[in-house]
């Protein structure tokens, strides 16, 4: 299987038109980057320099090497820590005294200064890891003063030939730049170690190479620097601008305006007479209106003929200037004064005094890019690479000292400027969860590599090397995935150099315990925040790696794109299936799905395990090789239950909320689904992740007695019926084929002609778009 350039080639297109056409300049800029990066894509495609599908897609690069990768897995043949020097690699070079070039930088950190600023490095703590080759530098540091020499050579070897290319030094935090780093007292003599002579950065966010969070526990979704960022970046809204100068300046024009009209009311009719001095009057309000107009010039709804303002003030000028209201002016005017006073009552009643007052309280709150700009300030001296402990202080009412910023002291911070500060609480995962920081399931697993770096540093004695194994680790998690073909996997960190060379360094036993702990936690939240949520590749990522620190040995299966997939499964699905097994057989999921998990714990071959998915699936004629995919694909998934059962046995999930209510959680989501099928022409993929909740439902009933299952089964019909009637009539099948398995039936037999299994895939349009 070859992937062909039709992919990038359309991404470039998108790419391009946004560059050229779209108003604003920071997207354009973006868009151009997209275009330079597709474009390389593209002829890496064709000179051979790229081989998109292989996990060493860049000629000249060894696996280890984090490659530049755009969307859709697709490497444009540079390096993520290549490219042009940055400003404090080149203040290094300027320091030392050496040409301005990487490879002068390399040997430059193998001399005798160059290690010192190393060791000081490793002993602060003030640095930061955005690729993982940032970290090489730093463990041959680390192995020359453990007593390693063999190993610390070992490993310049092996990253040698790409010292004039790569960045393998750290970035300095702030208060350690170069110039002010020395050697700590008790680091040993480095003279023992010469020069070695023969021996951009990644998307996502930038690791810190301090300290592991406390307990291991505590995470941040964002930083305090990306938070003032997003702050920042916020800008006048025009429309709010246009609002506030209705209410403050229009409006109450309009109130003279009418005031004055109804000076002439007699009988009930408009115009009928004039007061004396009414035109004088009238004169000047016109002469006023003038005046605002020339000032106030956002509002332009007062210029529109058919506005009540507007036909009040034509119908006053022709007035003033002594000209008889034709009866259509006369008319309008008489529509305009009826309709203002019967929506608002008269100028000066309670009714319109109240409606001005709130309107006045409205306009008078202070906009928000002003307040956005106050919490930036507040931010200001705040670390810019860690976390809020707390969020109260800076989302606190404005000050007396504030207001002079134009925010009146009192003001309150809204909360759409409080859900941006709130994203760099540092919080137990749970505590996120729980308060709506952390709203998915992919939200999560951006979250858990802070969890998971704790654990990785908890496995090493030593203490820097451990909190630079930990940034190590965050940075890795920020390498993109590639587009890999053939059941090839992606990189592992223990596969790069600087991470094995201090493997004997890490204990088996250490930290395995807080692993484990984590493990469990992060299955029972991932389960409780969000269920009827299929768990994201990046989070079974996660889950994998604290299952090793655990040392269990657990199949986790990731989620196969239908678009790509080879027909072969890896060895792990078939020793899934057999887990699930020990768990499921012969309970309702079992029966519900029609599994023989008998057979399937004779499948030690995943030729055989695809073989029975394929068979599971049914015909496959008729429909698109994707869609064909995606049936076989669910079928393993079925078999599997995609890490469900892994997370009850071994890990031990338990839940505190209990299987029942997780089941009825899960059916929320079934419905929530659901109701989105109705007249949307893109309904597949709700329908699939509707499929996707209604397996966890089954799963988790399959875990509950048989009298949790009836008290379930019929509180989800009851459910049900407060959804609308599509709803209802969509599910109803359903239903109905899980009443007939729990009371012993199948549904592979006929015997229940009005019961459906469902599952999310088809190859013919799936049945339940077509429900009347």
């Known amino acids: 299987m070859r992937v062909g350039a039709g992919y990038p080639f359309r991404q470039l297109a998108k790419a391009f038109t946004t560059a050229s056409s779209h108003e604003d300049d920071e997207t354009r800029r973006r868009a151009e980057e997209r275009v330079r990066r597709w474009e390389r894509v593209l002829t890496g495609m064709a000179d051979g320099t790229v081989t998109v599908g292989s996990r060493t897609p860049v000629a000249g690069l060894p696996a280890w090497v984090t490659p530049e990768v755009v969307r859709g897995g697709f490497a444009t043949g540079e390096a993520a820590a290549g490219g042009p020097l940055l400003p404090h690699e080149v203040e290094t070079c300027r ?15 193998l001399t005798d200064a160059g290690l010192a600023e190393l060791y000081a490095l490793l002993d602060g703590g003030a640095y930061e890891v955005a690729v993982p080759e940032e970290a090489a530098l730093l463990t041959v540091a680390w192995l020359l003063r453990a007593g390693d020499r063999p190993a610390a050579l070992t490993l310049l070897e092996e990253i040698h030939p790409f010292a004039d290319r790569l960045r393998f030094t750290p970035r300095p935090t702030i208060g350690s730049a170069p110039g002010s780093v020395s050697a700590s007292d008790d680091a040993p003599a480095s003279g023992g170690a010469p020069a070695f002579d023969g021996a951009a950065a990644s998307d996502g966010a930038i690791a810190s190479g301090g300290a592991p969070a406390s307990g291991g526990e505590v995470v941040h979704r964002e930083t305090v620097g990306e938070v003032r960022a997003a702050l920042d970046g916020r800008r006048p809204n025009d429309a709010v601008a246009v609002m506030n100068e209705a209410l403050t300046v229009w409006n109450p024009f309009a109130d003279e305006l009418l005031t004055h009209w109804l000076e002439t009311v007699e009988s009930g009719r408009v115009a009928a007479t004039e007061p004396d001095g009414w035109r004088e009057r009238g004169a000047g309000l016109l002469a006023r209106y003038r005046e605002l107009a020339t000032v106030h010039t956002l509002c332009t709804k007062h210029r529109r003929p058919k506005e009540n303002l507007a036909i009040l003030r034509t119908a006053l000028e022709e007035a003033v200037a002594g000209r008889e209201l034709d009866p259509r002016l006369r008319g309008l005017l008489r529509h305009a004064v009826d309709s203002m006073v019967r929506r608002r009552g008269v100028p000066g009643s309670a009714r319109h005094i109240a409606l001005r007052t709130a309107q006045a309280v409205n306009a008078s709150r202070p906009a928000t890019h002003v307040l956005a700009q106050l919490l930036v300030a507040r931010l200001a001296d705040l670390p810019p690479d860690a976390g809020l402990p707390s969020v109260d202080a800076v989302v606190r009412p404005v000050t007396e000292e504030e207001s002079r910023t134009g925010a009146p002291a009192g003001a309150e911070v809204p909360d759409a400027l409080r859900r941006i500060v709130e994203r760099a609480l540092s919080a137990p995962i749970a505590t996120l969860v ?33 909190a630079l194994m930990a940034a190590t680790y965050r940075a890795f998690r920020n390498r993109r995935s590639l587009l890999l073909l053939n059941l090839e996997r992606q990189v592992r960190l223990e596969e790069l150099p600087w991470v094995g060379a201090v493997t004997p360094y890490r204990s088996a036993t250490r930290g395995g315990g807080s692993a484990r702990t984590a493990l469990v936690r992060l299955g029972e939240l991932a389960l409780q925040g969000f269920p009827g949520t299929i768990l994201p590749n990046p989070l079974i990522r996660e889950l994998s790696t604290l299952s090793r ?18 027909g072969a499964f890896s060895p792990k699905f078939p020793r899934a299936a057999r887990l699930a097994a020990d768990l499921l057989e012969g309970t309702l999921y079992d029966r519900y799905y029609g599994i023989d998990y008998a057979a399937v714990r004779g499948l030690p071959e995943p030729d055989r395990f695809a073989a029975v998915c394929r068979a599971r699936a049914g015909d496959l004629a008729g429909g698109s090789w994707v869609a064909a995919n995606g ?23 338990d839940p505190a909320g209990g299987w029942a209510d997780l089941a009825r959680r899960a059916f929320t989501t079934v419905c929530r689904c659901i109701a989105q099928v109705e007249g949307n022409r893109r309904s597949l993929g709700v329908i699939k992740d509707a499929a996707y909740a209604w397996r966890q439902v089954v799963f988790f009933l399959s875990l509950c007695g048989l009298e949790d299952q009836i ?39 006929g015997s229940a002609p009005n019961a459906r299994r469902f599952t ?3 190859t013919t349009g799936h049945w339940m778009r077509d429900v009347a």
């Open 760 to 762: 999310g895939w088809s």
């Open 549 to 566: 620190q655990a040392s269990l040995d657990v199949p986790f299966t990731e989620e196969l794109a239908a678009d790509i997939f080879m």
């Open 711 to 749: 008290t379930v089964i019929a509180g989800i019909q009851e459910e049900v019926r407060r959804h609308p009637e599509h709803v209802v009539r969509r599910l109803a099948p359903v239903l109905a084929g899980l009443r007939h398995v729990l009371v012993g039936g199948g549904l592979d037999d």
């Open 95 to 109: 320091r030392a005294g050496v040409p301005a070039d990487r490879y002068a930088l390399f040997r430059h950190h």
């Open 631 to 653: 049936t076989v694909i669910e079928q393993a998934q079925i078999l599997t239950t995609h890490n469900l059962a892994a997370l009850i046995h071994p890990i031990g999930v």
């Open 434 to 466: 729980e308060r709506g920081i952390v709203t998915s399931a992919e939200v999560l697993a951006e979250l858990v590599p802070q969890l998971v770096a704790a654990t990785t540093a908890e496995a090493y004695e030593d203490t820097a090397l451990g």
